[in-house]
Structure formats: structure tokens, C-alpha cells
């Protein structure tokens, strides 16, 4: 790489985490002002149940942003380590939509999901990251959707070796690809500590695709 090519990776990087410092501060910012809405409405006798219900969405959301942030430099760093073992397949998946919910309800989303019924209830992965995994392909793919949009998630055996998780989206297919943190950890996450793969495909104004590929059993 030449010194013109270092000078704007290194632009291109400082930009990109200027922008998730922007987006993580601003969710803090918004749970702070929701905690003193919430103490106002105490104080006062108010009605305070959509207060909660708005607070506790955007706990999730500041969680969802700085395990992110988190990960991403980590992987800066240079620091991949990862702890295989069996997990259980369809437990982590709610636990991965849980954590998105946040993301697919401020659009009022239609969401669906399906693990097909030759997916095995256990493989060999790592516990964290597979939800992780899959609550920033449905986080991504809201982020992308038009108002309204339906995001539909499947889960299936490719073959004896490899699980294939399957995000699609209707909206900003243009965008699917696009840098984002999301993407970019699910991106590190499947490709350099997980070594499987991925596919992002949109058509302008159409419909996206994510497509993520795991092994399922224990290397070697």
C-alpha cells in the first residue's frame, strides 16, 4: 500500500469511528434525557409506563451499540480470540432477535423468522458471537428497510458441514452493502474469527439479502 493509499484508509477509519462515537454518544444522550423524564414523571404522579417502555428500548439499543463499538476495536487491535463449544441453535437466535427488537420495532417492522427442521439443536460455536451475529443482520437490515418494510430471517443446514443464516429486507437495497458497524462486525465476526463467509446484495429500491454461512462442527 503507498503512502496516498495509507492517507485515506487511514481518513476513511477516522471518519467511520468519528461517526460511531457520534451515534453512541447521541443514544447515551437519549437515555440520560429519558431517565429524567422518567424522575419527572415520578415525582409528579404521572403516567409512567411508556416512559419505561421507551427507556428500556433505548438501554437496548446504547447496549447493542457499544458491544459494537467494543468489538470493532477489538478487532482494531488485532484481537480475535474466540471460545468454541456447543451452543444450542435456536436458543441464541432469540436471544439475537431480543437483542434487535429495538431496531425492527422503531420502523414498525414486520418481522418473521424460520430454523428450518434438519437444523441440528446444537453445533459448535461460539456462543456470543453467533447471537451477536444474527441481532446485527436484523439491526442492519432495519436500518435499510423502508417504514413499515418486512424482514424475514431463516435459518437452515446448507450441507453436512455448514449453517446458512438468511436476512431478507425490503427498502434501501442500495445501501445494503454500505459501511456500517453492523455489517462491518458481522463481516469480522463470520469471516476472521469464525472463518465462514458472507453475501450482501440489494437492488436499488428492491430487496436485500444477507447472507452469512458458519460451520457447524468442531475443525480438524
Do not use: W
Given at each position: ?25 447521541g ?5 440520560s ?45 488485532g484481537?480475535?480470540d474466540?471460545?468454541m ?17 429495538p ?28 447471537s ?43 445501501r ?8 462491518l ?22 430487496r ?13
Open positions: 500500500m503507498d503512502q496516498s493509499e495509507t492517507a485515506h484508509s487511514l481518513s476513511t477509519r477516522k471518519d467511520f469511528i468519528r461517526q460511531i462515537g457520534h451515534d453512541v454518544q443514544t447515551f444522550f437519549g437515555v434525557s429519558l431517565c429524567v423524564m422518567l424522575k419527572d414523571a415520578i415525582e409528579n404522579g404521572k403516567e409512567t409506563n411508556e416512559l419505561m417502555d421507551h427507556l428500556m428500548s433505548a438501554c437496548q439499543s446504547y447496549k447493542h451499540k457499544l458491544c459494537n463499538f467494543i468489538e470493532y476495536t477489538r478487532f482494531e487491535a484481537l480475535q474466540v471460545f463449544e456447543q451452543i444450542n441453535v435456536r436458543e441464541l437466535v432469540k436471544m439475537g432477535i431480543e437483542e434487535s427488537l431496531a425492527l420495532k422503531e420502523k414498525n417492522i414486520r418481522f418473521g423468522y424460520e430454523v428450518a427442521g434438519e437444523v441440528p439443536e446444537y453445533i459448535f460455536c461460539d456462543e456470543y458471537r453467533f451477536q451475529i444474527v441481532s446485527n443482520l436484523l439491526t442492519r437490515a432495519a436500518s435499510i428497510a423502508s417504514a413499515g418494510a418486512e424482514v424475514v430471517m431463516k435459518i437452515e443446514k446448507e450441507n453436512e458441514l455448514d449453517l446458512s443464516i438468511r436476512v431478507d429486507t425490503t427498502g434501501e437495497g442500495s445494503a452493502g454500505e459501511c456500517n458497524l453492523d455489517l462486525v458481522v463481516r469480522y465476526l463470520v469471516e476472521a474469527v469464525l472463518k465462514g463467509d458472507i453475501q450482501v446484495a440489494g437492488q436499488p429500491g428492491g436485500s439479502s444477507f447472507i452469512v454461512r458458519l460451520p457447524m462442527i468442531k475443525p480438524g
